[in-house]
């Protein structure tokens, strides 16, 4: 259950504020739209191009010329909603020009399905970072049906602007969030139209203007100076972020990490939705439009509040299938084709709307 719980974190804080806003009146209003004038950041456009699976979990680099034509590039393309042919697994399904203009530009207000990357950067003065928590979510509002895939950051993967392999999270540092959203694309055959990226420095302001979060640590561990005992304790902003991003001293290592971020996350998102915090909202706000960005419009959001909740509210969680592999001295997260285009079956499946 706590594995979805953070995958509605961002929607669902954002639903809440609308929600608020709306019994507070016009002040608040205005502030909201002040708010997402200051977060609102456009994607450039970029073409979308056929991905192809390489087969590179094992570890061998693929250098081979780049073919003058895709599989499938001149056959028929498929559509939303498609059929999937089984022919070759470690292939992509082909998606045609016209639907991913559609799911790259959706009508909200239409109840469009669409995907989006949600983003957790760890982010400090002078230095651009490099994403620590990347998820890819689904929503198809007709059917009320959402999926979400946390995709660890180690994930192995050829960067589009360079065409060499690295891990996804140095997609954000290289390139921001264009590269980043291009990156994920790429790697599971699936177009993305909107994005949300929080900073975790901007957790320290928010936790204490909440007056601090509970968690529940299954291990005792040190980190940034802060000590963290076995057991349910109470955390101030500072605390929360040493607690978020220890990693090393995990035996589940990255995954460890993303199962406390989602806590803290999870703790702060009951606090938004209780009505006693609305006396906060302000100050809230003031934390938001320093450290959050993304391109979903105020009409969107009213929209993602008033016709998308069902679906976020079912949110099913997909598990990507991989190896831990040591590739020239360096560690990465290898997933194979066939691991790939199951992931890309699922998200389009949700985006289907029969």
């Known amino acids: 259950m706590k594995r979805k719980r953070i995958v509605r974190l961002i929607v669902y804080s954002f639903v809440s504020f609308l929600a608020l806003l709306m019994i507070a009146g016009g002040y608040l209003w205005y502030s909201v739209h002040k708010t997402m004038d200051a ?12 991905p192809r699976f390489e087969n590179d979990a094992e570890g061998g680099l693929d250098n081979s010329p780049e073919p003058t034509e895709r ?4 056959e028929t393309a498929a559509v939303i909603p498609l059929t999937v042919s089984d022919k070759d697994p470690t292939e992509p399904a082909i998606i045609s020009e016209k639907d991913v203009e559609r799911l790259r530009n959706p009508k909200t207000g239409n109840e469009d399905p669409f995907s989006m990357l949600l983003l957790g950067v760890d982010e400090r003065p002078g230095d651009r970072g490099r994403s620590d928590t990347m998820i890819l979510l689904t929503l198809q509002p007709r059917t009320g049906k959402a999926v979400a895939l946390s995709i660890p950051r180690d994930t192995r993967v050829l960067m589009p602007n360079s065409g060499k ?7 954000y540092a290289f390139g921001g969030i264009p590269l980043s959203v291009e990156a994920v694309e790429h790697l599971f055959g699936v177009p993305i139209a909107y994005y949300i990226k929080t900073n975790m420095e901007g957790l320290v302001q928010i936790v204490d203007t909440m007056g601090g979060v509970d968690v529940d640590s299954l291990k005792a561990f040190e980190f940034d100076g802060q000590s963290f005992p076995i057991g349910k304790q109470h955390l101030n902003g500072v605390e929360a972020l040493a607690y978020s991003r220890m990693r090393k001293e995990d035996p589940h290592g990255d995954f460890g990490r993303t199962q406390r971020q989602r806590e803290i996350l999870s703790e702060l998102i009951d606090q938004l939705t209780d009505a006693n915090s609305i006396v906060k909202l302000p100050k809230i706000l003031s934390h938001l439009s320093e450290y959050v960005r993304t391109n979903l419009s105020s009409g969107n959001m009213y929209d993602l509040a008033s016709k998308y909740r069902p679906a976020i509210s079912g949110i099913e969680t997909l598990n990507l299938q991989g190896n831990g592999k ?7 997260y290898a997933i194979t084709p066939e691991e790939r285009r199951r992931i890309q079956e699922e998200m389009l499946k949700c985006l289907n709307a029969t």
């Open 165 to 171: 392999y690295d891990k996804i999270n140095h997609a």
């Open 326 to 332: 040591m590739i020239n001295g360096i560690y990465y």
């Open 71 to 74: 599989p499938g590039e001149n």
């Open 39 to 50: 977060m609102y950041e456009p994607l450039p456009s970029v073409k979308w191009e056929q």
